[in-house]
């Protein structure tokens, strides 16, 4: 018999037998939950029906253009966003000009690849070592010192924003680059990344984010052209000379030595861009060419010297570069509508989903559901202790809300990527907390006590900001490896298994309300007690089902990719390790070797359990499911699994000791 609630001869105690009291609404707080409803869908649809004034660059457009990047065609607000969230792990930009943040990464991302020497002083490459700053002669000292306004003024000249003092600009580090590099050189000789010091690691990973933003400058227009149209037009006017001046030199007749010195000049300043170029822009001139073969600008030039002419798409680049240089609104819209009307009989359907993601940027549904998490989780917290029915209401809304966001998030990356909801690490964080919520939300609905309410609010804002420190690491629309191309198992092992680590994740959070309100607070009460019970019991059944149906397809998933169904590769172990805990808790349980409180305790280790196997594996290096270590989130890891054993150990205190004793026993 489970002593853990308060019983009696008699069965069930007075204080379980009374019902709760009832909350008297008037008016006023039958309109509060819906308020607070329409509140949150303003705030969620706000970021779609912003509009950007007529005369003024047509940066939405500019965006919507479709470029070819790691082999997937993404639209350039997409580069723009997740280069700046690569460089300085946010997408907002500090303008060194007038001490505001630029309008949009797109205008970010238009005076990187126009006006590169105004883009070298915005602010945009994040340092946090405290080793790296010194060696780049940045001291602790002077990076917090409260900027007067006249010292802001001077500070902008050189591209430092105050208040960002972990931010600097190109300019800034420009003179620092041959030490940078030469750094880098030396701790890549260091060949296991988990064996470099922060320090290698960081100057490392600061070279590789240079490196990213020149090739981004390298990728429209040569650097250094102020006009590339008249450029382009001295160049073909030139070649035929100039290439007459070369087989002449080669012939060691007589040439003109200054025409054959520019068309040289010319062809590697194009193979350099060629080369080191980031975004493939120049999409294929024939209909029936494959869909995928986008080139780069430098290769598009240097097959002007076989052709004699310039590729349209190379002259709309430059003329939009030189109208946003001279600031000439009306041509660049001009140029920017008519190379969108010529590229969009042979892209309709990417040009489709180009405009659909730029959208979905910009209307950011995870990020901003995880806010009204916040709100959830608070709005929960209040109802047990004032007005359970209007603020519990006004919770559930909410979290109905945030779910379909969420929903709609997750459905529009499927279209775009053409993929199951699953397919990275990123995409994982998502689908755990969307089906931990869903599961909450169901909860809530049978029993209206605000716990469900509280752990949706708390699951939903933990998986979101787990998935948006991932997404820090660039697109998380990324192409699939080969081994993992199959949508089938993408869309039976792979969801089943990550609702397994949902599920599981779920019944810990409850089992941690469990025990954070019977020792914290006199609001566990012997009705919530068993309810919370219920709850976990049946989640962990949930959890063990799904756990094990997921382990096994996975392994004939294996078989097929690698010729054997189990390798105890580290994922495999972990995810066999999930079911066997599940299983111990419903054994221990059946056997009678737990309680109440023994249960709690066993379903918030799932928590330990669950994030070893999705995160710490991957954190190894080694096998075939390893993602790369991560020193950041290693250490998060760590924390939130010495948090949960200190929960644990909690949930362990003598009875008499919790503060909601007198509603509980054993």
């Known amino acids: 018999m489970d002593t853990s609630l308060a019983s009696s ?243 060691q007749q007589p040439h003109d030595e200054a025409a054959a010195k520019a068309t040289l000049t010319a062809a590697q300043r194009f193979e350099f861009m060629g080369r080191m170029g980031y975004l493939l822009a120049i999409p294929p001139l024939s209909a029936n060419t494959d869909a995928n073969a986008w080139k780069s600008t430098g290769n598009a030039l240097l097959e002007t010297f076989q052709t004699g002419q310039i590729n349209p798409t190379v002259m709309a680049y430059g003329g939009l570069a030189y109208a946003w240089r001279m600031k000439q609104v009306e041509q660049f819209n001009t140029v920017l509508k008519l190379y969108r009307n010529v590229i969009s009989g042979r892209f309709d359907e990417r040009l489709k989903k180009s405009d659909a993601e730029v959208r979905f940027n910009a209307a950011e549904p995870f990020f901003r559901s995880m806010y009204i998490y916040i709100g959830v989780f608070f709005l929960g917290i209040f109802s047990w202790l004032k007005w359970p029915e209007t ?138 007690a068993d309810s919370l019970k219920r709850m976990v019991y049946g989640i962990v059944c949930f959890a063990t089902l799904f756990s094990l149906v997921g382990t096994v397809l996975g392994g004939i998933w294996a078989d097929q990719s690698w010729g054997r169904f189990w390798g105890w590769d580290p994922k495999e172990n972990g995810a066999l390790i999930i079911v066997i805990w599940n299983a111990l808790i419903l054994h221990a349980r059946w056997g009678g070797l737990i309680k109440t409180r023994g249960l709690m305790a066993l379903a918030i280790f799932g928590n330990v359990v669950t994030s070893w196997s999705w995160f710490g594996t991957n954190m190894l290096g080694i096998g075939l499911h390893s993602y790369g270590f991560m020193d950041a989130g290693f250490y998060w890891l760590l924390g939130f699994c010495l948090s949960q054993l200190a929960l644990i150990a909690l949930a362990n205190v003598p009875l008499r000791k919790w503060r909601s004793a007198k509603n509980l026993t054993g």
């Open 9 to 251: 001869s008699q069965g069930q105690s007075l204080s379980s037998a009374i019902p709760p009291p009832t909350e008297k609404k008037g008016t006023g707080k039958r309109l509060i939950p819906w308020l607070v409803l329409i509140l949150g869908v303003g705030y969620l649809l706000g970021p779609l029906f912003k509009k950007q004034p007529a005369a003024a660059f047509d940066l939405d457009g500019f965006g919507r253009l479709p470029v070819l990047v790691n082999g997937r065609l993404k639209p350039m607000d997409t580069v723009a966003r997740t280069t700046l969230l690569i460089l300085q792990e946010r997408q907002r930009v500090g303008s060194p000009l007038t001490g505001n943040f630029v309008e949009s990464p797109s205008e970010w991302l238009l005076d990187v690849v126009f006006r590169p020497e105004i883009a070298d002083t915005y602010p945009v490459f994040a340092i946090d070592s405290p080793e790296l700053l010194s060696l780049l002669g940045f001291s602790e000292e002077s990076l917090k010192v409260d900027y007067t306004t006249s010292a802001k003024k001077v500070l902008s000249i050189v591209g430092f924003i105050p208040g960002s003092y972990r931010r600097f600009s190109y300019k800034q580090l420009e003179e620092k680059l041959p030490e940078i590099d030469r750094q880098s050189r030396l701790a890549e000789g260091v060949a296991e990344q988990q064996l470099r010091s922060p320090f290698q690691k960081a100057v490392v990973k600061l070279r590789d984010r240079l490196v990213l933003y020149n090739r981004l400058k390298q990728s429209l227009v040569p650097p250094g052209s102020t006009d590339p149209l008249r450029d382009y037009d001295e160049f073909i006017k030139g070649i035929s000379a100039g290439a007459a001046a070369i087989r002449a030199r080669e012939q």
């Open 391 to 528: 603020l519990g209401r006004s919770a559930y809304f909410l979290t109905g809300l945030a779910w379909v966001a969420s929903t709609v998030g997750l459905i529009v990356r499927m279209w775009l990527e053409g993929r199951p909801p699953v397919t990275n690490l990123y995409s994982s964080a998502l689908f755990v907390g969307w089906a931990a919520v869903g599961l909450c939300f169901l909860l809530e609905k049978l029993y209206k006590n605000g716990i469900g309410s509280v752990a949706a609010g708390l699951i939903g804002f933990a998986t979101l900001l787990i998935a948006h420190h991932l997404s820090l690491t660039g697109d998380t629309l990324e192409m699939m490896r080969a081994v993992l191309d199959s949508n089938f198992w993408l869309a039976t092992h792979v969801v089943i298994v990550t609702t397994g680590y949902s599920s599981t994740y779920l019944a810990g959070f409850l089992a941690l309300i469990y025990v954070a309100r019977g020792v914290f607070t006199t609001t566990l009460d012997a009705r919530t």
